[in-house]
């Protein structure tokens, strides 16, 4: 416990005694969020906020790049309109928060609060699309939705989320097909790239797809103590919407057709994801991209002449390289301030005191890594740039990506399922499956690992089914969830 | 109408008309917003939420210069937490929307979607808010509020609107009121250097301010019609908020103090005024800082060889500046393509055709003048920095201006008042007033101009009340109202 001027940095809950309670103390102690009184909900707090506006932006900037534009429904959807598909209503309807009156008068119809907006966008499609010239139309829009959830937990589950949806229309279905992988491809790059998580893409099964949609595919990653979360969905709808809300458009040839539909998704749930995949027991671990403090200056011995002066050279040469950095310049002692920035997860610290100045250099700690080094002044400029575009994100990645395979498994028989899980703890179980629903929830049942996708990239694990033992040509990703 | 494809661009109701309806068109007919069967909300479109975006953009640099970091509440208040503050529960409860359950169980307590998020800052103040080392506190969010409003009108007033409320904790009085006047320069700033528009600061009087504020600022601004528009609003709570939250902290001197509040914000009604102050019978018209597109490229004969060369030299002269600007080359007349911009508002046109190339120069439409001007190839890069940094924006405060002030007017009675507005329409009048509540529901019984703000640039218009002739040391702003 680093203690200064009354103020303590706490440690927290070792992850290998109580990984939840680990996940809960960062969330608090990092200052991401603070519980409320509206149960199920949180406030996401100014670090934990600045997290997301990273990672808005660079999402946005991937979905205008694409041509996608940002568009805003209500938040309401009358009880009518969320029946219109069948499917979908059964899917959403027990967990919509509804809203009975406004002001002291009781409404005429019920209105939920959005768990999602399919049928808002497919009204507003029947209002606005009548040519194949007024097609394909790319929306996306950043909201909050609400989901009500029994139990709840920050960021993971949450009664009101945050998130984007994107929402497109197409002519045909091989246009909206391509589409729906196209934005996981998106979803995936991001996470790999700006995340530095590394995900599995793959298509979920039909039991565990969207409500009313065709196909759902989806990007899985492994977190810390070998548990799945789900990071990303894109759904293809084929025509089912468009003709449950009777969207016809007329096409060159003069006749009337339906057009084909997605929608994709990500949510705060992603800062979940971040922390439960580089976290460690000092705290959160953040990729460079999305670090709110990409560098934290920290002076040492300050009082002593130069040292301040110095400091702020260095953070001005990183603030022209458009970096976020921080000096902390405050009377609390290094040690504090070094357990301070480590529970935040700042990518990288920088040290400079009297005797680094002395021999003209600064120390340069690597947050995810422990590493310490010397660099001269004269390379610190290109040294920090280099750390945070390449060196630490690289790093990190591979990290996460180590800790997976160690963690992934070929099984070919529920027993051997079983019996791997229980010696090594949870993690991703690669197995064949002959497609039956029912094998699927006998697996689930025997060794508590659902399917999560059956992966884009395939690998022959065997011939047979890994539950019935019938010819089996799918290989499915299994593993307990988030 | 210009007509073309099949397409056309129609007309749209002139102002002079009816002026609602020319509203409402500018906002269909320049795809801002539609309708939805969700009674008094819509949808924002790409092109309304463009803009929206723009504001966004600006105003957050702004409250981040200014020291303040983004945060996001829950959308829902408890009932019993909607009720510790006396005056601002009384203010709002009659206008909420209330959610009474969750899927199918009827909720413990009810929640009401926020009308605005003091209390739940309130609350999270007192989890966070303990020594005089935690103040201040200045917050902002980015969020969509319900109120219930009966009847609605795109941006102006709708049940569901997209905002950003600031809320500001203090350790002294003095602190508070100086961060509530100095949002409301930022408020002004924002409106007369981004959106073009003059604003007046004020005060609110007794019977206009904020439910649960000791004193409320807005900043007013006159559209086309007269009718005066609330533009910003910024509140001072005195200790009153943490009194009845009971907000607590440790000063230096080791005694337990109130803290004190303010709140501000600010609202998708921004769209509704630029529309109102700039629009004209052809459309909108858009300041350049907040436009989508800033500057369109329409080449004139299109197909003649060498057109759409250098119509694509000059997109790509002025992407390389930076600026948001689309070349339009679809096969639509050019006619039909002038009308299409005029009606989106896009502050400036190129027109480039064979006749311009063989001169060595391009056509420069400008939107809210009307005026066109031939421009040397070798100055295009130059002249269209300076139109859209200075000329236009300069121009369109001061036609802006120009309407405001010709539509001001100093009156000594009611009389006098009501003669004024009869003869020439509403819009601001200058009048003394007593300072008593009884007066100021006379005026607005007798005239239909109600108080909008007790200006802080005081003028001397005469000794006594307009209204009831006792002696008067204040000049109200008076006038009808959106």
Redesign the interface.
Known sequence: MAKNNGKMVEAITSMDDDFAQWYTDICKKAELV?????KG??????YG??I??NIQRILDGMFKETGH??????????ES?LQKEKDHVEGF????????????EKLEER?C?RPTSET?FC??YA??VHSYRDLPKL?NQW??V?R?EKTTRPFLRS??F?WQEGHTIHATAEEAIAETEKMLDVYAEFCEKHLCMPVVKGRKTESDKFAGAVATYAIEALMHDGKALQAGTSHYFGDGFAKAFNIQYTDKDNTLKYPHQTSWGMTTRLIGAVIMTHGDNSGLVLPPDVAPIQVVIVPVAQHKEGVLEKANELLQILKAQGLRVKLDDSDNSPGWKFAEYEMKGVPLRVEIGPKDIENNKCVCAVRYSGEKRDVPLADFADTVAELLKNEIPQGMYKKAEENRERRTYKCTSTDEMKKVLEENGDGFIKAMWCGSEECEDKVKELTGAGSRCIPNEQEHIADTCVCCGKKADKMVLWGKAY
Do not use: K, Q
Request: net charge negative; hydrophobic share 45%.
């Open positions: 603070e519980y409320t009184s509206v909900c949180m406030v996401i707090r100014p906020y600045a997301w506006e534009e940002n568009v805003c429904m209500p938040m309401f959807i009358p309109l309807a027990p967990e919509v928060a509804w809203v009975t009156h406004g002001g002291s209105l609060v808002l009204e507003h209002n606005i929306y909201v909050s609400v009500w009664r009101e945050l």
